[in-house]
C-alpha cells in the first residue's frame, strides 16, 4: 500500500524553526520527486517546495525561499523540510506529495499524497 506520512509539526514561535518529515511506504522513492504543499486556514493549497530525483535539483515559492530547505534521504526513504525564520503567516498543514522523477510545473499532477501536519506559528 503506497502512503506518505509527515510528521514534525507542532507549535512554535515566530522566529522558530522545525523539521518536517515526509516518509515513504509501499514504494521507494528514489525514481520520485516529492513536492511540499501547505493550506492556510481560509486559503487554497499551495506548492511551496520540491525535490526531484536523480540530480536532487530543487524549488521553492518566494514566499518560503531562503528560510526552507527540502532535501532527501532515500536510504530512509525520507525528505525533510526544515524551516527556519518562521513566521505567523506560515501557519498551515503542510502536506508532501509524490509524483515520477520531475518536479512538475506549477506544482501540478502530484500522485501521492500524505494527510498532512500542522504548523502553527504564534507568539
Known amino acids: 500500500q503506497v502512503q506518505l506520512v509527515e510528521s514534525g509539526g507542532g507549535l512554535v514561535q515566530p522566529g522558530g524553526s522545525l523539521r518536517l518529515s515526509c516518509a515513504a511506504s509501499?514504494?521507494?522513492?528514489?525514481?520520485?520527486?516529492i513536492g511540499w504543499f501547505r493550506q492556510a486556514p481560509g486559503k487554497e493549497r499551495e506548492g511551496i517546495s520540491c525535490?526531484?530525483?536523480?540530480?536532487?535539483?530543487?524549488v521553492y515559492a518566494d514566499s518560503v525561499k531562503g528560510r526552507f530547505t527540502i532535501s532527501r534521504d532515500n536510504a530512509k526513504n525520507t525528505v525533510y523540510l526544515q524551516m527556519n525564520s518562521l513566521k505567523p503567516e506560515d501557519t498551515a498543514v503542510y502536506y508532501c506529495?509524490?509524483?515520477?522523477?520531475?518536479?512538475?510545473?506549477?506544482?501540478?499532477?502530484?500522485?501521492?499524497w500524505g494527510k498532512g501536519t500542522l504548523v502553527t506559528v504564534s507568539a
Open positions: 506529495a509524490a509524483i515520477l522523477y520531475y518536479c512538475p510545473i506549477d506544482y501540478y499532477g502530484m500522485e501521492y
Open positions: 509501499g514504494f521507494t522513492l528514489d525514481d520520485y520527486a
Open positions: 525535490i526531484s530525483s536523480g540530480d536532487g535539483s530543487t
